[in-house]
């Protein structure tokens, strides 16, 4: 039996003890923030797109794609650009309502999915809740004079600080990155974004993250915790920026 198992298991053994449950005769009386102005979000990831979105065949996705998030009725599109970009990119979404603006041959997501969206729902803003949070400790030494931090320096060193690790699993790695590719190309426009919002392939990504990238620099520099505890801290930013916008 694990430690884990061990641990969870005499948690519930003492649980279980005569005495020990009137904690849930009292549950009922504890106080929670229900009140505290929830929201409720639709989250929608995409990839980024290049000029391949402007086929007949990916603006039909895209079409679709449109017409099903429409059926949520949205009261705020939020995309992932800075907020002190909103004043331009709010101008040139006016001039995208009133025709001055041409996005037809704009492949930016932005424009095809947030831009599109917004005009369909008849809003008359668009909202930005981007945070691009800084690589600082550990992060900073995966940069050079010349380069910034990258994945490919970050895993760079993992294979040379790290490399018995990173030799046993790297290539299962990239066999079954290159695998979900395959599948990944055989799909239309929206069933690709629908795909990568799956619960399975967020646990894939999940598993890569935590699993294997983490592993970086353990008890050295801690380069992979703090590289996952930096895509955790862009994420909180990104929260708390909408949260911000549903007062």
């Given at each position: 039996m694990s430690k884990v198992q061990f641990v969870?298991?005499?948690?519930?053994?003492?649980?279980?003890q005569p005495g020990m449950n009137?904690?849930?005769?009292l549950e009922s009386q504890l106080k929670n923030y229900d009140s505290l102005g929830q929201v409720e979000v639709c989250v929608m990831g995409t990839y980024h797109f290049?000029?391949?979105v402007l086929s007949n065949k990916s603006q039909a996705g895209i079409d679709r794609l449109l017409s099903k998030i429409a059926d949520y009725q949205p009261t705020k599109i939020l995309l992932e650009w800075e907020p002190d970009r909103?004043?331009?990119?709010?101008?040139?979404?006016?001039?995208?309502?009133?025709?001055?603006?041409?996005?037809?041959?704009?492949?930016?997501?932005?424009?095809?999915?947030g831009f599109r969206l917004a005009k369909m729902m008849g809003h008359d803003s668009?909202?930005?809740?981007?945070?691009?949070?800084?690589?600082?400790?550990?992060?900073?030494?995966?940069?050079?004079?010349?380069?910034?931090?990258?994945?490919?320096?970050?895993?760079?060193?993992?294979?040379?600080?790290d490399g018995e690790y990173f030799r046993a699993h790297e290539?299962?790695?990239?066999?079954?990155?290159?695998?979900?590719?395959?599948?990944?190309s055989q799909l239309?426009?929206?069933?690709?974004?629908?795909?990568?919002?799956?619960?399975?392939?967020?646990?894939?990504?999940?598993?890569?993250?935590?699993?294997?990238?983490?592993?970086?620099?353990?008890?050295?520099?801690?380069?992979?915790?703090?590289?996952?505890g930096r895509w955790y801290r862009r994420n909180v930013r990104m929260m708390a920026n909408a949260l911000k916008l549903s007062n």
């Amino acid at each position: 039996m694990s430690k884990v198992q061990f641990v969870v298991m005499l948690l519930f053994l003492l649980a279980c003890q005569p005495g020990m449950n009137q904690w849930m005769s009292l549950e009922s009386q504890l106080k929670n923030y229900d009140s505290l102005g929830q929201v409720e979000v639709c989250v929608m990831g995409t990839y980024h797109f290049n000029d391949s979105v402007l086929s007949n065949k990916s603006q039909a996705g895209i079409d679709r794609l449109l017409s099903k998030i429409a059926d949520y009725q949205p009261t705020k599109i939020l995309l992932e650009w800075e907020p002190d970009r909103f004043l331009q990119t709010n101008d040139q979404y006016r001039q995208y309502l009133d025709g001055s603006l041409d996005i037809s041959d704009r492949y930016n997501e932005v424009y095809q999915l947030g831009f599109r969206l917004a005009k369909m729902m008849g809003h008359d803003s668009i909202y930005l809740f981007d945070d691009q949070t800084e690589f600082i400790g550990s992060l900073e030494a995966f940069s050079t004079d010349t380069d910034p931090f990258s994945f490919e320096l970050f895993t760079k060193y993992g294979k040379e600080e790290d490399g018995e690790y990173f030799r046993a699993h790297e290539q299962i790695i990239i066999e079954n990155y290159e695998h979900n590719l395959e599948v990944i190309s055989q799909l239309t426009l929206d069933e690709h974004i629908t795909m990568l919002n799956s619960d399975e392939m967020q646990r894939i990504n999940a598993q890569r993250m935590h699993i294997y990238e983490s592993r970086v620099g353990i008890q050295k520099n801690w380069g992979g915790p703090d590289w996952l505890g930096r895509w955790y801290r862009r994420n909180v930013r990104m929260m708390a920026n909408a949260l911000k916008l549903s007062n």
